[in-house]
């Protein structure tokens, strides 16, 4: 589940809770150009406050209009459509008139989404169906399919579970990536046994584990969901906890360091029972090539590789375009 979508979540909870009309609202279809993909939600309290994003903010205007006039007072589920003459296009500030519809339904108790909201946040995968003809809503434990599925009848969205990222080490590049990933809606777990790393950690919102790296990665059972970066420079830790992150579904896994510690890294690791395809998983130098230097650079290139993958594009700006360094460059553990 994206950020965007947990706090629009989040504020469907506490807006109907407080006992405001709240609506929310999904777009389930588009034709041509439309600013916000399938599946973009959006919620709404009577007064005009607004959660998310449907259309970059043309339809939301019309929407809040309608909300806080009480002229749309709905209490089951209703389609529109927006954009469907060039007069609206214009009008609504749809591209190349490009058209969408939503499906908005008010939100009660009956939505069942404080529930599903808990399934995500314990790694869970839940379905959510919503009956347009009457409003129910059914949750049911989901497997991974189309993220959205509408027929008129039904409105069929598919939540969670929430990306992980596993730092293993606790030193000044990990405080600019857990910062970063944590805004991308990461939950981010630190790693570090050393006691002079970890006791200086002061980032809120972090897990922190003592453990041994690779018993930690053995005991959160890793998903699709996870990615795992080895930043700590001690092949003790750093290898340890490749070879577990490396045989694991994580879609990502990235070690700190030179092409050649890297190269080196693989050698050590094909020691150990592990594939050659699982040590080709591995993504070192880690992040993508943008000539990144200081830390916050390296973080971004990061946190720019591991999204790249998320979202399915190719990796194109890799370290192979990067010209090899004097032998002196290449011993350092920068991954520029």
């Known amino acids: 589940m994206d950020s965007i979508d947990h706090e629009v979540l989040k504020a469907a909870i506490n807006w109907s809770q407080s006992g405001a009309y709240t609506v929310l609202a999904t777009v389930v279809r588009t034709w041509g150009s439309a600013p916000r993909p399938i599946g973009s939600m ?7 406050h607004v959660r998310g994003s449907i259309s970059g903010g043309c339809i939301e205007d019309d929407l809040i209009r309608q909300i806080r006039s009480g002229e749309y007072r709905a209490t089951l589920p209703q389609t529109l459509t927006y954009g469907i003459s060039a007069d609206e296009a214009h009008r609504f500030g749809l ?7 939503i499906v908005l339904e008010c939100v ?28 129910t809503v059914t949750l049911t434990p989901g497997a991974h399919a189309m993220a959205l599925a509408f027929d008129d009848q039904r409105l069929v969205t598919v939540h969670g579970p929430r990306y992980r990222l596993i730092i293993v080490g ?12 944590q805004s991308l ?37 890793l998903d699709a969901h996870s990615a795992v970066l080895t930043l700590t420079h001690d092949p003790k830790l750093d290898d340890m906890a490749l070879l577990e992150a490396l045989k694991s579904p994580a879609f990502y896994v990235g070690a700190i360091g030179s092409r050649a510690n890297n190269a080196k890294r693989r050698e050590r690791l094909a ?32 946190l720019a590789e591991m999204t790249a993958l998320r979202n399915g594009v190719p990796v194109l700006q890799t370290h192979a375009l990067r010209p090899h360094p004097a032998a002196s460059a290449e011993a350092s553990c920068a991954p520029a």
């Open 42 to 48: 959006m919620v709404m309290r009577e007064d005009g």
């Open 95 to 101: 591209p190349c008139g490009g058209t969408l519809q």
């Open 108 to 135: 009660t108790e009956k939505s069942h989404i404080p529930a599903l909201l808990k399934s995500v946040s314990q790694q869970g995968l839940m379905t959510r169906e919503l009956d347009m003809l009457d409003g």
């Open 170 to 181: 606790a030193a000044q590049l990990s405080r600019y990536v857990a910062s970063m990933a």
């Open 185 to 221: 809606d990461y939950e981010v777990i630190v790693c570090d046994p050393r006691e002079e790393y970890l006791d200086e950690w002061d980032i809120e919102g972090v897990q922190l584990s003592r453990e041994m790296p690779d018993d930690l990665i053995l005991e959160l059972e």
């Open 271 to 302: 020691l150990f029972d592990i594939s050659e395809a699982e040590i080709g998983r591995l993504h070192g130098p880690v992040g993508m090539y943008l000539g990144a230097r200081t830390p916050p650079e390296i973080a971004i290139s990061i």
